[in-house]
């Protein structure tokens, strides 16, 4: 076989990562209340690591309390946390894989907000969040000075603890989207308006940040190149298109960024990210939204509203149709390219009492690379490498996605989490895993109330206690079993 372009080197300007696909962003629970991490999180992102991805993207780590979206998330707000972080850094270094810290802010969208913060969040505006209802109030420029500050001295910090580079946490609707986007951020101050005026917080960022890690570290930045901020709530405005992302991409390379991960969606979870279906019906607890979306009831202004979207019959259908109408929009576009047909024998026979090739072909026709078009008009603008994100796990799409000069790397969440050695499988000849992952979203729902891992019984012939069993092993070895830490 000729090279396989998925396990060449990729180098950035300050980096060199060892194949082509990166392990997304995926934040578990498991860490300490206070926001110190623990022996879980070393489990966690070692798993992935062992598993042959070339580099580990983190997970949401904040850079102020005020800056998170639930507890239980290690930050990196002060010195104190250098450590911790440096741990983490040594276990995926073992494997010879790259760790690059995402580093965020929730701003707003804060699902629990925590004992230390209040239930006003902080933001680009003062306008209630439109999903849940979460209230916030406009940011003073005292306010966004420091966090600019506080974004910079966590980059400090995560080069201090020896990791490979940082991302900034741009897209999803977080706090530096809330400044981004033209449906969210009403300022009238020089933080809003114009794009160039909403775009300015990120660039004072990222200013601040390469003035603190100097010019040979790698600094990456996470943005949504469409926002569809209409999608859920259609009267919310629409929010950036492709070409003013096009423009911030070009404004954040001149200003040092080394690369540019795509994603999408002013909010999140949006019905574009992470692409697939949302958990509403099933046999067991871990199927239903209902279930862990309890836990947000005090949140916002519209959590019963959405809770009792999620319980009742009757009104399931009308959440349905607002949560699918862009996806079902999206899916009457014709796709760039497929990857290999999927046949019985690719599948595992427990696997396929649930889902039959035909149906696996179909979800993947989809979801997978739900972004790469717009990761390919980002490309042709800038220098710096793309990573795109979104629903790939097929190794002849990701082939063929790079080799046609769509991105110059994947990134994979809920894909690692199904089978988290994905790259030793695609280098061991396979182009899906058998068991592969359903786009359920059952994950995702519970990583609020659960410890993050794959909820799908059918992955596992539909033995509920196999997947659970699975699920604990980011306990293995447990917090407190080990000095790791010290
Ligand atoms: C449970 C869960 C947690 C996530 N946490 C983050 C996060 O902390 N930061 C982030 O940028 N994206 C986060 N994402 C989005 C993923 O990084 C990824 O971009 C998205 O899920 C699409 O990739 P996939 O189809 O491979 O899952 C999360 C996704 C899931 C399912
Ligand atoms: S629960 Fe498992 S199968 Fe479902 S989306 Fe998450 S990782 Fe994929």
Redo the contacts with the bound molecule.
């Keep these: 076989m000729d090279k396989d372009v998925i396990f060449e080197p990729l180098t950035f300007r300050n980096l060199t990562v060892k194949n082509r696909i990166f392990r997304?962003?995926?934040?578990?629970r498991f860490d300490n209340y206070d926001g110190s991490g623990n022996q879980a999180r070393i489990n966690w992102e070692e798993k992935f690591a062992r598993g042959g991805a070339g580099a580990i993207?983190s997970?949401?780590v904040p850079v102020t309390l005020k800056g998170r979206i639930v507890p239980n998330y290690a930050t990196i707000h002060s010195d104190d946390r250098i450590h911790f972080w440096s741990k983490v850094g040594e276990a995926v270094h073992r494997h010879d894989c790259k760790f690059i810290m995402?580093l965020?802010h929730s701003g707003r969208q804060q699902d629990i907000e925590g004992v230390e913060n209040d239930h006003i969040r902080l933001s680009s505006t003062s306008k209630t969040e439109s999903f849940h209802g979460l209230k916030c109030r406009s940011m003073t420029k005292d306010e966004i000075k420091d966090t600019v500050n506080a974004f910079a001295e966590g980059a400090r910090r995560a080069k201090e603890a020896g990791l490979d580079g940082v991302e900034l946490?741009g897209?999803?609707g977080y706090l530096i989207t809330q400044f981004l986007s033209s449906g969210i951020n009403d300022r009238t101050d020089e933080y809003g308006g114009s794009l160039k005026n909403r775009a300015r917080f990120l660039l004072e960022i990222i200013e601040a940040v390469r003035q603190k890690v100097g010019d040979d570290f790698h600094f990456q930045c996470?943005i949504s190149a469409v926002e569809y901020n209409d999608a859920v709530i259609p009267w919310e405005k629409p929010g950036n298109t492709l070409q003013e992302s096009v423009q911030i991409c070009k404004w954040i390379e001149e200003a040092g960024i080394d690369s540019i991960h795509v994603?999408s969606g002013s909010l999140?979870?949006h019905p574009l990210?992470?692409?697939?279906t949302f958990p509403l019906f099933g046999d067991y607890a871990t199927d239903c939204a209902k279930n862990s979306y309890d836990t947000m009831l005090s949140s916002g202004n519209a959590t019963f509203r959405n809770y009792l979207l999620f319980r009742y019959p009757f009104l399931q259908p009308l959440f349905m149709w607002l949560w699918y109408r862009i996806p079902n929009m999206r899916n009457r576009e014709k796709k760039p390219f497929k990857g290999l047909d999927i046949t019985a024998e690719s599948l595992n026979p427990e696997f396929r009492k649930f889902f039959a090739p035909q149906e696996v072909e179909e979800l993947l026709r989809k979801?997978q690379g739900i972004s790469i078009e717009d990761a390919k008009a980002i490309k042709a603008a800038v220098k710096v490498p793309i990573i795109c994100?979104?629903?790939?796990?097929q190794a002849s799409y990701i082939r063929n996605a790079i080799n046609d000069g769509y991105c110059d790397a994947v990134?994979?969440?809920?894909?690692?989490?199904a089978n988290n050695d994905l790259p030793q499988q695609f280098a061991a000849g396979k182009d899906l895993p058998d068991r592969p992952?359903t786009?359920c979203?059952k994950?995702?729902l519970n990583?609020l109330e659960n410890p993050?891992g794959c909820y799908e019984p059918a992955r596992f012939g539909g033995d509920y206690q196999a997947m659970i069993d699975e699920v604990m092993t980011v306990y293995k070895p447990a917090p407190g079993d080990v000095e790791a830490l010290v």
């Design positions: 997304s962003n995926i934040s578990g993207i997970s949401f995402q965020s946490h897209a999803n996470k994603s999140f979870p990210n992470p692409p697939g979801y994100t979104g629903g790939f796990q990134s994979m969440a809920r894909m690692f989490v992952c786009y979203n994950c995702l990583t993050l």
